[in-house]
């Protein structure tokens, strides 16, 4: 399984952005997709967006309101979240995962392959 490398988190007041990274060095995401799922304290984990890397299709949570976008940069075998007027309870934990069918599912058992993790944390 290839390595995935979600980076790009931090402490951001209410109502600021933050763009978060996936890569997989040394692959490629071709004919997968790639998922963002976010865990916060005390919850369960939850599906956040996810694309299709030959489509592009793309899913988002019906709970977003439109402030997360989700792209992918075949050069850079990148795929990028970018989240728009942060509240605190986007606080999370944010994981991308890739699933080999190249379904931009929404259920995390779809998906095989997690990276770490990085940590976003909304202030009031």
């Known amino acids: 399984q290839e390595q995935l490398i979600a980076s790009g988190g931090g402490l951001v007041q209410a109502g600021g952005s933050l763009r978060l990274s996936c890569v997989a060095p040394?692959?490629?995401?071709?004919?997968?997709?790639v998922g963002w799922f976010r865990q916060s304290l005390g919850k369960e984990r939850e599906f956040v967006a996810a694309?299709?890397?030959?489509?592009?299709?793309?899913t988002f949570a019906d709970s977003e309101d439109g402030r997360f976008t989700i792209s992918s940069d075949n050069g850079k075998n990148t795929v990028y979240l970018q989240m728009l007027r942060l509240k605190p309870e986007d606080t999370a934990v944010y994981f991308c995962?890739?699933?080999?069918?190249?379904?931009?599912?929404?259920?995390?058992?779809?998906?095989?392959?997690w990276g770490q993790g990085t940590q976003v944390t909304v202030s009031s």
């Open positions: 694309i299709s890397w030959s489509g592009p299709a793309t």
């Open positions: 995962a890739t699933e080999a069918g190249g379904r931009a599912s929404r259920a995390d058992h779809d998906y095989t392959n």
């Open positions: 040394g692959r490629t995401f071709r004919n997968s997709a």
